[in-house]
């Protein structure tokens, strides 16, 4: 059974500032989530990230790769909007998180960081005194990394180290806000993540998942809003722009090609 069940306004907006003055905010109603998958398509700027984040910020989940949310100045107008919303749940879950592609570099870059610093404090820890329990915490640092993260995320590509870091974060049971998961994902790994979410569902997981990606759209069980137009509708895989236009350019480049 998946948790998340339906979110609403807890209140009219009249606040005019943004993101309460971006259109599909200004008319939002709610949305149920009736399959263990929503996936929000949209033009840029549409809103997709604004919800998610606001989403984020009401559930309070982990944020992969950034500061912790109540810590990140640019989320705060999401939360004041994460306020408003009221969420209902079948099985309320503490487990999941919330990954921005934007910030996955920055997380590996700061685990190998980290790596780094606790090797290099355990050497020079060492060479003071063999013996020295100073080295304690360092070591439990590399431990959890080693144990989290196998030999180290910094040693893998983009795309690899990101469905390394899917796969050992995720959790049964979680809730999990990805925007824009695809980034840095060839298609073949984006059928690889398909297929890890599809067993993920399988251990009641859910997710709500901002995407421009034609091939994750059209992820089983799952349900698309469109978030054009300043409304969220729910729309067939087929009826998605990306899916046509995506579709409609690969038979024929050359039709667009010649005007733009
Ligand atoms: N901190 C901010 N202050 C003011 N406007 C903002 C802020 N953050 C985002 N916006 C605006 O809000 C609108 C929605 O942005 P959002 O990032 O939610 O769109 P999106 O649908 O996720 O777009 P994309 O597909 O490009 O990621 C955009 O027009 C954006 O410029």
Redesign the pocket.
């Known amino acids: 059974m998946y948790h998340l069940k339906s979110v609403t306004l807890r209140s009219e907006i009249i606040e005019e500032a ?2 309460f003055n ?1 259109p599909l905010i200004k008319n939002f109603k709610g949305f149920n989530l009736r399959k263990p998958i929503t996936i929000l398509v ?1 033009e ?7 919800l998610l984040e606001a989403l984020a910020m009401n559930i309070g989940s982990i944020l992969i790769g950034g500061e912790h949310l109540d810590d990140d100045a ?1 989320l705060k ?1 999401a939360g004041d909007l994460g306020k408003k919303l009221k969420l209902s749940w079948r099985i309320k879950t503490r487990t999941g998180f919330f990954l921005r592609a934007d910030d996955f570099l920055n997380y590996t870059k700061r685990l190998a960081e980290i790596k780094r610093e606790s090797q290099e404090k355990i050497k020079e820890i060492k060479s003071r005194d063999k013996f020295s329990l100073e080295v304690l915490p360092y070591a439990s640092t590399l431990y959890d990394l080693k144990n989290l993260y196998g030999d180290g995320l910094e040693f893998r590509s983009h795309g690899e180290s990101f469905l390394d870091l899917f796969q050992s974060r995720f959790r049964p049971n979680g809730l999990y806000l990805l925007d ?1 998961p695809e980034a840095p994902l060839s298609p073949l790994k984006q059928l690889s993540l398909i297929s890890m979410l599809m067993e993920m569902v399988k251990e009641n997981s859910q997710f709500i998942i ?1 995407t ?1 990606s034609p091939i994750l759209m059209a992820l089983p069980d799952a349900e698309i809003f469109c ?1 054009d137009n300043g409304e969220m509708k729910l729309v067939d895989y087929q009826e998605v722009e990306h899916v046509r236009l995506t579709k409609s350019f690969l038979e024929d480049p050359e039709r667009y090609l010649r005007h733009l």
Do not use: Q, R, V
Request: cysteine-free; hydrophobic content about 20%; proline content about 12%.
């Open positions: 943004y993101p971006l949209g840029n700027g549409s809103g997709k990230s604004t640019d107008p824009e901002a421009h978030l």
